[in-house]
């Protein structure tokens, strides 16, 4: 599914990361960036390029902007694992805050 709040336009490269929820809501995805946009597919990507776990409230938090994500990997609530170098692509996707009612 396309995300369509996710601003990929400055990632010229191919991302596919999964992230694994753990505890509460336990589960899995993958976020994927291709062709300059953002794809979140609830699915495990086998042929990923890195991987992030970390409990949902955490993901949330770094999702929303309330956690800053080199905060949560240098406290160990966030994991991660794979090619640093497409994991901080991460960091250029822009997320756009819904217009509030």
Not at 3 to 12: L, N
Not at 42 to 67: F, H, K, Q, V
Not at 72 to 98: F, M, Q
Request: proline share 2%.
């Amino acid at each position: 599914m396309k995300c369509q709040t996710a601003d990929a336009r400055e990632i010229f490269e191919h991302v596919a990361v999964q992230v694994n929820i753990i505890g509460e809501g336990e589960g899995k995805f993958y976020v994927e960036i291709a062709a300059r946009q953002v794809c979140v597919e609830p699915y495990e990507y086998y042929d990923r390029d890195g991987l992030l776990i970390g409990d949902a409230n955490t993901l949330i938090a770094i999702a929303d902007g309330s956690m800053d994500i080199c905060e949560a990997l240098k406290d160990g609530r966030l994991r991660a694992e794979g090619n640093w170098e497409k994991l901080k692509l991460l960091y250029r996707v822009r997320v756009k805050k819904p217009l509030k009612k």
